[in-house]
Each structure stands twice: as structure tokens, then as C-alpha cells.
């Protein structure tokens, strides 16, 4: 598990955070934010589940990501997700263009927070990385801002660490399912897999 994530959040919640933006017939684009919420005291057992669900390691070496799995390991992956997190939850924005992606993130990454404020004592938040530096810089910086504001707007306590992570990091594979299984129900109309029925869905206005 990535850095010192258990020793800087013993008690609460760590809030796991990635997104998928999809098209959608019209050319416009599903822009999902889901995040998968786990004890902390659970980070490990849930770190050891996303890695089984695929294999990781022994039958392949490369990260989960939604868009390039078949429908075993996107089930497994969402089994995984279901089991270990005991929060899933997706803001979700419709018909945005290519310009309004970054605006719909925020906006998403906001009102999950608003939701989670009330749900969860929020330990850590930990975020897939868009930049090669895990840091608040490039891309990265936008959503250190949105979470800057959360913290001066009480929804996250002082002290609470923000970690960007690679891809690699297995934890962050339990929110990209549920982003995608999100966005695809989305898109196309299907319900949305009965494995993550739970999940709380919330719509970003435009």
C-alpha cells in the first residue's frame, strides 16, 4: 500500500477517489467522480482484495482500468469494491463537452463531499493521480483547490491528508470500477451492475 497511509488516518474513513469520462452518442461525454469509501482500519484487507480480484502479480502485471477489462474482471473488480467499501458513492454528469470536463470533476468531487461530510468521519483522501508527480501541481492542483475550499467549508477537518497515487495503486482500481460501471449505465441506458445496487448516485447540474 502506497506511503504512510494507515500511520497518518488510524481512525475514520479513507475516501478513494477516480473517474471516468465517457462518450455518449451525441459526442458530448458521462463525466464520472465515484469514490469507495473504507475504514481505515480495513485498508489492507481491502488493498489484498483488489489485487486477487485480478490477479494481479501472477496471471498479470498490468493496473486495472475499467475501459480495458471484459466483464470478468470488471464483475470481480466491482465484487471487490462492494465487499471492502462500506460508502460507494458516484457524482455524475451528463452531456458535458470536451472543455467542460474539468468543471464537471470539480463540481462532482464537491457535491461527493457534501454527501460524505454527513455519512462518514473522513480520515484521508486519496486521489489517482493525472500527473507523473504525486503532487498538487499540473492537473493535480485543481482538485487540491476543491479540496482546499472543502476544508475552509468544514466538510473536511484540519489535518485530514489529501495522497495522489499512481495508477498502480490497487485501492484506487475499487473506485475506477464503479466511475466506469457508473458512466456506462449511464451511456447506455443498462441498469446499473446489481453487484453495486447500493451505490449512492448523485447528479451534478450543469
Do not use: C
Not at 464483475?75 to 462492494?82: D, F, T
Amino acid at each position: 500500500m502506497s506511503g504512510d497511509v494507515e500511520s497518518s488516518a488510524p481512525t475514520g474513513s479513507w475516501v478513494i477517489i477516480d473517474e471516468s469520462a465517457m462518450m455518449e452518442p451525441d459526442d458530448r461525454f458521462t463525466y464520472v467522480v465515484a469514490s469507495a469509501v473504507v475504514l481505515s482500519t480495513s485498508l489492507d484487507v481491502a488493498h489484498a482484495a483488489a489485487i486477487e480480484a485480478v490477479g494481479f502479480g501472477t496471471l498479470r502485471n498490468r493496473p486495472f482500468h475499467w475501459v480495458d477489462e471484459g466483464g470478468d474482471s470488471r464483475r470481480a473488480m466491482l465484487a471487490a469494491a462492494e465487499a471492502n467499501a462500506h460508502v460507494l458513492v458516484a457524482s455524475v454528469a451528463s452531456k458535458v463537452g470536451r472543455r467542460g470536463q474539468e468543471h464537471a470533476r470539480q463540481a462532482g468531487l464537491r457535491l461527493m463531499l457534501e454527501f460524505l461530510a454527513d455519512e462518514v468521519e473522513i480520515g484521508g483522501l486519496m486521489i489517482e493521480s493525472r500527473e507523473r508527480s504525486l503532487s498538487p501541481t499540473g492537473q493535480n492542483k485543481y482538485d487540491f483547490s476543491t479540496l482546499i475550499d472543502a476544508r475552509h467549508g468544514r466538510l473536511l477537518l484540519p489535518g485530514v491528508p489529501f495522497r495522489w497515487v499512481e495508477k498502480t495503486e490497487p485501492l484506487v482500481w475499487l473506485a475506477d470500477a464503479l466511475a466506469g460501471a457508473v458512466a456506462t449505465s449511464n451511456v447506455t441506458g443498462l441498469p446499473l451492475d446489481p453487484i453495486i445496487e447500493r451505490a449512492v448516485l448523485l447528479e451534478v447540474g450543469p
